[in-house]
C-alpha cells in the first residue's frame, strides 16, 4: 500500500531543503533546488507554512511554494491520490 507523503516540519539549510514527514520518512533536495531559498536569510527560511492537506510548503516572505512531490520526484496526481484526495482540486490546494 502507498502510503500518503504527509509533511510535518521542514528545515532548509545552505546545502539541503529537508521535508520531514508525519510517517517518519525524510525527503531531501538541495537548496540550489530554489534560487529562492538559496538566497534567503536563515529567517526567511524558518518562516514557512505548510498547506494542501499537508503537500505543499510555502515560503511567503519569498513567495516560493514547494511540493513535496518535487522532492519525491513523482507527479503531483499520484500524491493526491495516494492521500486519498482529489484529484483533480490538486492544484487549488496550494
Known sequence: MIQPAVVRDVRVS???ITMALVD???LSAPTSWSDR??????GARSHFVI????MVVSW?????????????GV??????????LPVMSARSRA
Open 24 to 26: 517518519g520518512r525524510e
Open 51 to 54: 498547506d494542501g492537506d499537508g
Open 75 to 84: 507527479p503531483e496526481e499520484d500524491v493526491f491520490a495516494a492521500a486519498g
Open 14 to 16: 545552505d546545502q539541503l
Open 37 to 42: 531559498l538559496a538566497r534567503a536569510s536563515a
Open 60 to 72: 511567503p516572505e519569498i513567495d516560493e511554494h514547494i511540493g513535496v512531490w518535487t522532492l519525491l
